[in-house]
Protein backbone atom coordinates (compact mmCIF):
# COMPACT_ATOMS: atom_id res chain seq x y z
CA UNK A 1 0.00 0.00 0.00
CA UNK A 2 1.41 3.59 -0.58
CA UNK A 3 0.10 6.70 0.16
CA UNK A 4 -1.69 9.83 -2.20
CA UNK A 5 -0.96 13.34 -0.10
CA UNK A 6 -5.41 13.82 -0.08
CA UNK A 7 -7.71 15.80 2.03
CA UNK A 8 -8.76 15.33 4.79
CA UNK A 9 -6.34 12.60 5.17
CA UNK A 10 -3.97 10.24 2.35
CA UNK A 11 -5.29 8.27 0.42
CA UNK A 12 -4.15 4.32 1.09
CA UNK A 13 -3.45 3.94 -2.44
CA UNK A 14 -3.71 0.43 -4.17
CA UNK A 15 -2.60 1.25 -7.62
CA UNK A 16 -3.65 -2.27 -9.26
CA UNK A 17 -6.74 -2.11 -8.65
CA UNK A 18 -6.93 1.87 -9.88
CA UNK A 19 -9.01 3.34 -12.43
CA UNK A 20 -9.43 6.70 -13.39
CA UNK A 21 -13.01 8.10 -14.62
CA UNK A 22 -13.26 10.89 -16.59
CA UNK A 23 -16.35 12.28 -16.22
CA UNK A 24 -18.54 13.82 -19.75
CA UNK A 25 -15.59 15.93 -21.27
CA UNK A 26 -17.74 16.48 -24.12
CA UNK A 27 -17.80 19.37 -26.92
CA UNK A 28 -21.32 19.92 -25.56
CA UNK A 29 -20.25 20.94 -22.10
CA UNK A 30 -17.01 22.91 -23.79
CA UNK A 31 -18.06 24.44 -26.80
CA UNK A 32 -19.85 27.57 -27.99
CA UNK A 33 -23.47 26.47 -29.47
CA UNK A 34 -23.67 22.96 -26.98
CA UNK A 35 -25.95 22.09 -24.06
CA UNK A 36 -24.08 23.93 -21.38
CA UNK A 37 -24.01 27.45 -24.05
CA UNK A 38 -27.73 26.86 -24.16
CA UNK A 39 -28.14 27.05 -20.48
CA UNK A 40 -26.78 30.14 -20.66
CA UNK A 41 -23.09 29.33 -18.83
CA UNK A 42 -19.64 30.20 -19.66
CA UNK A 43 -18.09 27.65 -20.93
CA UNK A 44 -14.68 28.65 -20.87
CA UNK A 45 -14.29 27.38 -17.52
CA UNK A 46 -14.53 23.88 -18.99
CA UNK A 47 -11.84 24.47 -21.97
CA UNK A 48 -9.25 25.59 -19.46
CA UNK A 49 -8.73 22.19 -17.73
CA UNK A 50 -8.44 20.03 -20.70
CA UNK A 51 -4.51 20.10 -20.20
CA UNK A 52 -4.60 19.54 -16.74
CA UNK A 53 -7.07 16.76 -17.02
CA UNK A 54 -4.86 15.71 -20.28
CA UNK A 55 -1.53 15.62 -17.89
CA UNK A 56 -4.18 13.28 -15.66
CA UNK A 57 -4.71 10.62 -18.08
CA UNK A 58 -1.41 10.73 -19.81
CA UNK A 59 -0.01 9.81 -16.02
CA UNK A 60 -2.47 6.72 -16.04
CA UNK A 61 -1.40 5.61 -19.25
CA UNK A 62 2.18 5.87 -18.67
CA UNK A 63 1.72 3.93 -15.64
CA UNK A 64 -0.49 1.24 -17.22
CA UNK A 65 -3.67 1.67 -15.37
CA UNK A 66 -7.41 1.85 -16.91
CA UNK A 67 -8.81 5.45 -17.93
CA UNK A 68 -12.37 5.08 -18.48
CA UNK A 69 -14.35 8.13 -20.25
CA UNK A 70 -18.22 8.72 -19.76
CA UNK A 71 -20.42 11.07 -21.94
CA UNK A 72 -23.91 12.16 -20.76
CA UNK A 73 -26.18 11.02 -24.07
CA UNK A 74 -29.14 9.62 -25.43
CA UNK A 75 -30.40 7.41 -27.88
CA UNK A 76 -31.71 9.00 -31.63
CA UNK A 77 -35.22 7.95 -30.31
CA UNK A 78 -34.79 9.37 -27.29
CA UNK A 79 -36.19 6.70 -25.34
CA UNK A 80 -33.88 6.77 -22.44
CA UNK A 81 -34.64 10.64 -22.07
CA UNK A 82 -37.26 11.13 -19.79
CA UNK A 83 -39.44 14.03 -20.35
CA UNK A 84 -39.02 15.53 -17.11
CA UNK A 85 -35.54 16.07 -18.24
CA UNK A 86 -36.11 17.16 -21.78
CA UNK A 87 -38.52 19.82 -20.41
CA UNK A 88 -36.79 21.14 -18.07
CA UNK A 89 -35.99 24.53 -17.27
CA UNK A 90 -35.82 26.92 -20.29
CA UNK A 91 -32.65 26.69 -22.01
CA UNK A 92 -32.62 27.81 -25.86
CA UNK A 93 -32.40 24.59 -27.17
CA UNK A 94 -33.52 21.21 -25.94
CA UNK A 95 -31.59 17.50 -25.45
CA UNK A 96 -32.39 16.05 -28.72
CA UNK A 97 -32.86 19.46 -30.96
CA UNK A 98 -30.83 20.22 -33.82
CA UNK A 99 -27.94 23.02 -32.93
CA UNK A 100 -24.98 24.08 -34.35
CA UNK A 101 -22.68 20.64 -33.81
CA UNK A 102 -25.56 18.43 -34.35
CA UNK A 103 -28.54 16.71 -31.93
CA UNK A 104 -27.50 18.41 -28.45
CA UNK A 105 -26.21 14.97 -26.36
CA UNK A 106 -27.63 12.61 -29.00
CA UNK A 107 -24.94 9.47 -29.31
CA UNK A 108 -23.27 9.67 -32.48
CA UNK A 109 -23.78 13.53 -33.18
CA UNK A 110 -20.39 15.69 -33.64
CA UNK A 111 -21.62 17.83 -30.41
CA UNK A 112 -21.77 15.08 -28.32
CA UNK A 113 -18.35 13.59 -28.74
CA UNK A 114 -15.31 13.45 -26.10
CA UNK A 115 -13.57 16.99 -27.38
CA UNK A 116 -10.39 15.57 -29.67
CA UNK A 117 -7.81 16.40 -27.06
CA UNK A 118 -8.74 13.87 -24.57
CA UNK A 119 -10.09 11.33 -27.28
CA UNK A 120 -9.97 8.13 -25.88
CA UNK A 121 -7.46 5.25 -27.07
CA UNK A 122 -7.76 2.28 -28.74
CA UNK A 123 -8.87 -0.06 -25.74
CA UNK A 124 -9.81 2.44 -22.93
CA UNK A 125 -13.70 1.78 -22.49
CA UNK A 126 -16.13 5.00 -22.98
CA UNK A 127 -19.61 4.66 -21.38
CA UNK A 128 -22.38 6.17 -22.61
CA UNK A 129 -25.17 7.42 -19.89
CA UNK A 130 -28.24 8.84 -19.92
CA UNK A 131 -28.36 10.28 -16.24
CA UNK A 132 -26.18 12.20 -14.56
CA UNK A 133 -24.08 8.92 -12.67
CA UNK A 134 -22.34 7.21 -14.40
CA UNK A 135 -23.50 4.00 -12.57
CA UNK A 136 -27.08 4.46 -13.60
CA UNK A 137 -28.18 2.53 -16.50
CA UNK A 138 -25.17 1.29 -17.82
CA UNK A 139 -22.68 -1.18 -17.52
CA UNK A 140 -19.91 0.67 -15.58
CA UNK A 141 -20.33 -1.86 -12.68
CA UNK A 142 -19.63 -4.53 -14.38
CA UNK A 143 -16.64 -3.32 -16.32
CA UNK A 144 -15.01 -2.08 -12.84
CA UNK A 145 -15.73 -5.90 -11.50
CA UNK A 146 -14.35 -7.51 -14.43
CA UNK A 147 -11.30 -5.19 -14.23
CA UNK A 148 -10.80 -5.92 -10.73
CA UNK A 149 -11.08 -2.15 -9.93
CA UNK A 150 -11.41 -1.29 -6.33
CA UNK A 151 -10.37 2.32 -6.53
CA UNK A 152 -11.79 5.49 -8.41
CA UNK A 153 -9.69 8.37 -8.94
CA UNK A 154 -12.28 11.50 -10.69
CA UNK A 155 -11.55 14.44 -13.73
CA UNK A 156 -14.02 15.89 -15.51
CA UNK A 157 -17.17 17.68 -15.35
CA UNK A 158 -19.37 19.42 -13.86
CA UNK A 159 -18.14 18.76 -10.48
CA UNK A 160 -21.09 19.31 -8.31
CA UNK A 161 -23.62 17.45 -11.38
CA UNK A 162 -22.17 14.65 -12.85
CA UNK A 163 -19.09 14.07 -10.73
CA UNK A 164 -20.56 14.57 -7.69
CA UNK A 165 -23.42 12.17 -8.44
CA UNK A 166 -20.99 9.53 -9.69
CA UNK A 167 -18.67 9.65 -6.61
CA UNK A 168 -22.04 9.53 -4.54
CA UNK A 169 -22.95 6.02 -6.47
CA UNK A 170 -19.49 4.64 -6.02
CA UNK A 171 -19.14 5.41 -2.67
CA UNK A 172 -22.31 3.40 -1.56
CA UNK A 173 -21.27 0.62 -4.21
CA UNK A 174 -18.03 0.62 -1.77
CA UNK A 175 -15.61 2.12 -4.14
CA UNK A 176 -12.97 4.38 -2.59
CA UNK A 177 -12.91 7.83 -4.62
CA UNK A 178 -10.37 10.24 -5.15
CA UNK A 179 -11.53 13.74 -6.95
CA UNK A 180 -8.47 15.47 -8.76
CA UNK A 181 -9.37 18.62 -8.03
CA UNK A 182 -7.05 20.73 -10.44
CA UNK A 183 -8.86 18.23 -13.47
CA UNK A 184 -12.72 19.32 -12.43
CA UNK A 185 -14.60 22.33 -12.99
CA UNK A 186 -18.03 24.31 -12.39
CA UNK A 187 -19.73 26.58 -14.84
CA UNK A 188 -19.87 28.31 -11.20
CA UNK A 189 -16.64 28.32 -8.76
CA UNK A 190 -18.60 28.71 -5.81
CA UNK A 191 -20.61 24.90 -6.43
CA UNK A 192 -16.67 23.51 -7.70
CA UNK A 193 -15.61 24.71 -3.97
CA UNK A 194 -18.09 23.42 -1.85
CA UNK A 195 -18.34 19.92 -3.73
CA UNK A 196 -14.85 19.95 -2.96
CA UNK A 197 -15.28 20.56 0.67
CA UNK A 198 -18.53 18.51 1.25
CA UNK A 199 -16.92 15.19 -0.85
CA UNK A 200 -14.48 15.00 1.92
CA UNK A 201 -16.19 16.65 4.91
CA UNK A 202 -17.00 14.34 7.78
CA UNK A 203 -13.75 12.23 7.80
CA UNK A 204 -13.83 11.62 3.61
CA UNK A 205 -17.64 10.84 3.67
CA UNK A 206 -17.81 10.73 0.16
CA UNK A 207 -14.10 10.52 -1.12
CA UNK A 208 -10.80 12.03 -1.19
CA UNK A 209 -9.40 14.96 -3.18
CA UNK A 210 -5.92 15.58 -4.45
CA UNK A 211 -4.27 17.60 -6.99
CA UNK A 212 -3.26 16.19 -10.21
CA UNK A 213 0.90 16.45 -9.17
CA UNK A 214 0.44 14.41 -5.97
CA UNK A 215 -2.01 11.39 -7.72
CA UNK A 216 0.54 11.53 -10.46
CA UNK A 217 3.83 11.21 -7.54
CA UNK A 218 2.32 8.19 -6.50
CA UNK A 219 1.10 6.19 -9.28
CA UNK A 220 4.28 6.65 -11.85
CA UNK A 221 5.94 5.05 -8.83
CA UNK A 222 4.04 2.18 -8.36
C1 LIG B 1 -24.57 18.50 -16.59
C2 LIG B 1 -22.63 17.11 -16.39
N1 LIG B 1 -24.05 19.47 -15.81
N2 LIG B 1 -21.83 16.34 -17.11
N3 LIG B 1 -23.85 17.42 -16.92
O1 LIG B 1 -25.69 18.62 -17.02
O2 LIG B 1 -22.30 17.55 -15.30
Known amino acids: ?9 PFPARPEEMALIVIDMQRDFAEPGGFGASLGNDVGRITRIVPDVKRLIQGF ?3 GLPVIH ?3 CHKPDLSDLPPAKRNRGDPSIRIGDVGPMGRILIAGEPGTAIMPELAPIAGEVVIEKPGK ?3 YATELGDVLKRKGITQLVFAGVTTEVCVQTTMREANDRGYECLLAEDATESYFPEFKEAAIAMIRAQGAIVGWTASIDDILETISHA
Open 70 to 72: TME
Open 1 to 9: MVEIKAEPF
Open 133 to 135: GAF
Open 61 to 63: RNA
